[in-house]
């Protein structure tokens, strides 16, 4: 009888454990990352672009899965989606940066 009680309490426990969902502080810092990636320009880059839709794909993916209860799959997602709402950040950043030094160095030959 014990170990029947002891075995039903472990199945509740991991039960429970598997239905608690993400984090909203953990989903607010990814849609936070999607936010800068936008104010970066990445919806105007094209590569940016890509890596910003896949940053949005894979929130909404996490959503889903949180609300399924399989919130380890969720929060790999969440991981994807912030790095990739970063990447989206960084290369939108990276072409304003390439297309600055072009404009100054066709400034600079003007010059010359």
Known sequence: MCKALMTAAAVLTLAACASVPVSPQRVQASQQAI???VAAGAERDAAA???LEQARGELEECKL???NGETARAEKMLDRS????RLAAATARESAAKAQ???AANLLKAIQ
């Open 35 to 37: 936010q800068d990636a």
């Open 49 to 51: 672009n890509k890596y």
């Open 82 to 85: 912030e790095a990739d709402a």
């Open 101 to 103: 030094v072009k404009e």
């Open 65 to 67: 899965l949180s609300n």
